[in-house]
Each structure stands twice: as C-alpha cells, then as structure tokens.
C-alpha cells in the first residue's frame, strides 16, 4: 500500500512548490497530504473520511476542546 517511489515523488513535487511558491505558502503541503490521504485511504478503505489539503479543498470548522479549528476538506 505504502509505495515509497510515489512518496519520494511527492516530496520532490513539494520542494519546488517550496521553491515556486515560497516557503510561507501552503501549496508546498498539497503534494504530501494528498499522497498521505491516498494512502489512508487504501489502508482503511471507504469506510472512513479523510480530509487533507489538496487542490479542490477547502477550509472546515472543528470544534476543540478551547477554540475552534479550520482544518481542510477535500472535495470530490
């Protein structure tokens, strides 16, 4: 399930959103929790919801124990 050529991909397609982007924005994660969601998703099967930041995500609000948080949703 876990294919560490694929990983090895993702983290070299990260760094140069690092270096287009620079190292403030958000876009260098996309690459990374994607592949990690893939392959949650794998493992786990359709059973679960896994959110990440991708490219058609967007932001939604769970409450914490002290303060909500905005995390990122993938949408289909």
Known sequence: MYNETKFLKEISTSFQKYI???PRSTEKLKPIHKF???TLIKIWGRNYKVHF?????????????????????YLN
């Not at 490219?55 to 995390?71: A, R, T």
């Open 20 to 22: 287009e982007f620079g």
């Open 36 to 38: 990690v969601a893939q």
């Open 53 to 73: 930041m991708g490219e058609n995500s967007k932001e939604l609000k769970v409450k914490g124990k002290y303060y909500d948080k905005n995390l990122y949703m």
